[in-house]
């Protein structure tokens, strides 16, 4: 929580995605459940690269839900591990 920048409560479900984002990876679908989660009061962290128009939706959850998600569009593998280590759940959409 703390090395994207969100608030740190231990109560909060934080889930986490890593992977590319493109439509047979399933982040397209990653995309339009996000408002559905934080309607559940948890935070997202989504780490990725891909599609430029899925970059720019990682870039908006932090305007969209600053308290409760981030996206972060590089690649990041000191990151990665902290996502996996920290996260409470792990989604990992796919078309496949």
Not at 70 to 86: D, E, S, Y
Request: hydrophobic letters at 50%; proline letters at 6%.
């Amino acid at each position: 929580q703390a090395a994207v920048g969100l608030p740190v409560d231990a109560s909060i479900p934080l889930i986490g995605f890593i992977g590319r984002l493109e439509e047979q990876k399933g982040s397209d679908i990653l995309a339009e459940a996000i408002p559905e989660f934080i309607q559940e009061n948890v935070q997202i962290i989504v780490l990725g690269t891909g599609k430029k128009n899925m970059e720019k939706q990682l870039e908006m959850l932090e305007l969209l839900y600053p308290d409760n998600a981030r996206g972060v569009a590089k690649f990041n593998v000191p990151l990665a591990h902290m996502i996996i280590a920290g996260a409470d759940f792990m989604m990992i959409p796919n078309r496949f």
